[in-house]
C-alpha cells in the first residue's frame, strides 16, 4: 500500500512497468516483421481481415483495442500502399468497410512466418507456459470498471 507521504517509486509504477514491457515487446516483433516493410500492428490489422473477410473501421479498431482516429490513419496508410480497400457499406452509408487487396494478402502470407518465428523465440527467451499464463493474466486485468475482455487461449 503507497501511503500519502511516502516519495514516487517510478520503478513500482504499475503503468510504467506495462508501457515499458510493451515497447520492449513491439520493437521485437516491429525488427522480426522489418523485412516486409510492416509494423506489429499493421501486421495484426492484415491478420484481422484475413480471418473476417472485411470490418468496418469501428470494429476493427476495437476488436485491435486502438483508438478509432488512429485506426482512421492507418487504414489511410493501408491503403495508399495498396494493402487494403475502403468501400462505404452496403447497409450503412455512414460505416466504411475496410478488406484486403491481393497485394494486402500476399503480403500478409509473407509476413506470417516471421510473425510465428517471433512468436516462437519470444516463447523460447520467455518459456512457453509463462507467456501462456501471461495473455491469460493479462485479460483478467481490471482498470476501473472496464475489464478486458479475449476469447483466446
Not at 89 to 94: I, L, V
Request: net charge positive; with cysteine.
Amino acid at each position: 500500500m503507497l501511503l500519502a507521504n511516502q516519495p514516487l517509486r517510478v520503478d513500482e509504477c504499475n503503468c510504467n512497468a506495462m508501457r515499458k514491457a510493451s515497447r520492449q515487446i513491439t520493437r521485437f516483433y516491429d525488427a522480426h516483421l522489418e523485412p516486409t516493410g510492416l509494423r506489429i500492428t499493421q501486421f495484426l490489422t492484415l491478420a484481422v481481415l484475413s480471418q473476417v473477410g472485411s470490418a468496418a473501421i469501428n470494429a476493427l479498431a476495437e476488436r485491435l483495442d486502438i483508438e478509432r482516429t488512429a485506426m482512421g490513419k492507418m487504414a489511410g496508410f493501408l491503403e495508399r500502399d495498396g494493402l487494403i480497400k475502403i468501400r462505404p457499406s452496403p447497409t450503412d452509408g455512414r460505416s466504411r468497410l475496410i478488406e484486403l487487396t491481393e497485394k494486402g494478402r500476399r503480403l500478409h502470407a509473407e509476413a506470417s512466418p516471421l510473425w510465428r518465428e517471433a512468436q516462437r523465440q519470444f516463447e523460447q527467451l520467455n518459456g512457453a507456459k509463462n507467456v501462456t499464463e501471461l495473455r491469460r493474466g493479462l485479460r483478467k486485468i481490471v482498470v476501473g470498471s472496464l475489464a478486458t475482455s479475449s476469447s483466446e487461449d
